[in-house]
C-alpha cells in the first residue's frame, strides 16, 4: 500500500463513519458559571466500528479497492474487539469529562438509564436522554489500525472523538470539538502480534493512552478556564 492509496482509504473510512470537519466552540465563560447545580446526562451510542486495514482489497484498485478493503477491515476490527472484549472508548471519555464538569462546575451528574440513541441528531438525543439539563455527548468519528505504507508488518492505531454540550430546554450546541490522536503520538509501530498478543494488551494500552488524550483535550472544550 502506497501513500496514495492509503489516502483513498482514509478518505472512505471518514465517509463511512460520519465523520466530518468540526469547528472548535468551546463553553463561553458566563455559561460555565451558570452550569452549577444543573442537572448532566452522558450520551450513549452502539459500539462505533473498529476499523482493521490489515487486508488488501482483493487486487481492486481505486475507491473500490478501499471500499472492499474498508468492508473486510469492518469485519476483523469487529472480531478483534469481540475477542478481546475491547470496548468503545467514548464511554470512558464521556465519564471523565462528566466527573471534571461535577468537581469543578458542581454539576449533577444523572443516570442514562442504559438507554442507547439510535444517531446524533440533537431531537433524537433529547428524546433519549430527556431527563437533564444538559447532555454531554461524546461519540467516536474513527477508531481503526491502518497497515504502514513503508512497512506493511506494522501498524498505526488512529481515533477520533467528538464532543458537544446540548442544552436540553434551548436544543442548542453550547460547546463543541473534536479530539484526533494520530500515529505520532504513540512513539511506536508494532506489528500485528505485537498488538494482538496478550488479548491484546499493546493494543489496549494505546487505546488507554488515546482515551486519556481525549479527556485532556475535550474537558478544555467544556471547562472554561
Known amino acids: 500500500m502506497n ?9 472512505v473510512a471518514v465517509v463511512s463513519s460520519g465523520c466530518a470537519t468540526v469547528e472548535r466552540q468551546p463553553v463561553t465563560a458566563s455559561l460555565s458559571e451558570m ?24 487486487g481492486a484498485s481505486g475507491l473500490l479497492g478501499a471500499a ?20 468503545d472508548p467514548a464511554a470512558v471519555i464521556a465519564a471523565g469529562v462528566g466527573k471534571r464538569l461535577v468537581e469543578r462546575r458542581r454539576m449533577i451528574l444523572v443516570p442514562s438509564d442504559d438507554a442507547t440513541a439510535e444517531d446524533d441528531r440533537i431531537a433524537t438525543l433529547i ?19 491502518f497497515r504502514l505504507p513503508r512497512d506493511r508488518s506494522r501498524y498505526q492505531l488512529v481515533y477520533h472523538a ?9 436544543k442548542k450546541v453550547m460547546a ?15 506489528t500485528r502480534d505485537e498488538l494482538l498478543d496478550h488479548e491484546a494488551a499493546l ?8 482515551t486519556n488524550k ?5 474537558s478544555e472544550a467544556v471547562l472554561s478556564r
Not at 452550569?35 to 462505533?48: D, E
Not at 467528538?162 to 434551548?170: E, K, V
Not at 463543541?176 to 508494532?190: H, I, N, Q, R, Y
Open 3 to 11: 501513500s496514495k492509496q492509503l489516502a483513498v482509504l482514509v478518505a
Open 35 to 58: 452550569l452549577s447545580g444543573r442537572t448532566l446526562v452522558a450520551s450513549r451510542y452502539p459500539t462505533s466500528n473498529f476499523t482493521a486495514k490489515m487486508e488488501s482489497g482483493l
Open 68 to 87: 472492499v478493503t474498508n468492508s473486510l477491515g469492518n469485519q476483523l476490527g469487529s472480531q478483534i474487539v469481540q475477542e478481546n472484549d475491547i470496548a
Open 127 to 145: 428524546t433519549t436522554f430527556p431527563r437533564a439539563d444538559y447532555i454531554l455527548d461524546v461519540k467516536t468519528m474513527m477508531w481503526m489500525l
Open 162 to 170: 467528538r464532543i458537544r454540550l446540548i442544552a436540553t430546554g434551548s
Open 176 to 190: 463543541e470539538s473534536m479530539c484526533k490522536v494520530l500515529p505520532a503520538d504513540f512513539g511506536d509501530t508494532p
Open 203 to 210: 493494543l489496549r494500552q494505546h487505546m488507554a493512552m488515546a
Open 214 to 218: 481525549c479527556i485532556d483535550v475535550l
